[in-house]
């Protein structure tokens, strides 16, 4: 099995922080936000890695190398100058993920995740991880239908960035920079979306304050 971590946005509301060092490499309970997701996927047994790259890519690229000293082995999708956002990143990479339904990890975000193998009906093109509504995102993203992931409900949840999907999600996209959103909002108004609600930690690291606060509370 293998997972894609999403690491190629610029950061604009991490700014400062980001002018000089990349979102993937920000440091947070002594570990860099992108080894923490490592971490956790090697310990669901996921140790084939996917990493898509743009802005100081080259410093998140010599930092992880190959991957072996974090026990996992990495395949690098270079964006270039110009990132493709979260849906033409994945559908560039699709070379690289293969036939086969994968992990995506944005990122930006904390979690303590399990990545616990959803099972997929022969229709369903993907399961997102829903997390309760954090005070920046209150009006929530997707309902939860039993298993089903619906666009719209009387209770709406936030979408944690964490996604499990088939690469047959992206068929008949022409390819280049364009955002998931769309993709996942489409395949819920067909029924090809399963979900569940996250068990464990989890943080929208989109902010400095935000990466502060997360700091603090690690640190205590």
């Known amino acids: 099995m293998?997972?894609?971590i999403l690491a190629a946005g610029r950061g604009?509301?991490?700014r400062p922080l980001t002018d000089t060092t990349p979102k993937a490499l920000l440091m947070v309970g002594g570990k860099t936000l992108i080894e923490h997701h490592l971490q956790s996927l090697v310990?669901?047994?996921i140790r084939d890695i996917v990493i898509n790259v743009a802005w100081l890519g080259g410093q998140i690229m010599e930092y992880l190398g190959d991957g072996a000293r974090f026990g996992v082995s990495i395949q690098w999708s270079d964006e270039g100058?110009?990132?493709?956002?979260?849906?033409?990143?994945i559908a560039r990479a699709l070379p690289l993920l293969g036939s086969d339904p994968f992990w995506i990890v944005n990122g930006d975000v904390f979690a303590r995740c399990s990545f616990r193998l959803p099972q997929l009906a022969p229709e369903t093109l993907g399961h997102l991880l829903l997390v309760p509504?954090?005070?920046?995102?209150?009006?929530?993203d997707f309902a939860l239908v039993g298993s089903r992931i619906e666009n719209t409900g009387a209770t709406l949840y936030t979408y944690s960035g964490i996604a499990y999907l088939r690469p047959d999600l992206f068929i008949g996209h022409a390819g280049g920079k364009f955002p998931l959103a769309p993709l996942l909002r489409a395949a819920a108004r067909r029924g090809q979306l399963g979900g569940e609600l996250m068990q464990g930690e989890w943080t929208d690291v989109g902010t400095p304050a935000r990466l502060q606060q997360l700091t603090d509370r690690l640190s205590r």
């Open 2 to 4: 293998k997972a894609m």
């Open 43 to 45: 310990a669901a047994g």
């Open 133 to 140: 509504n954090p005070d920046h995102n209150q009006q929530g």
């Open 12 to 14: 604009e509301r991490m």
């Open 81 to 89: 100058d110009s990132a493709l956002e979260t849906g033409g990143g």
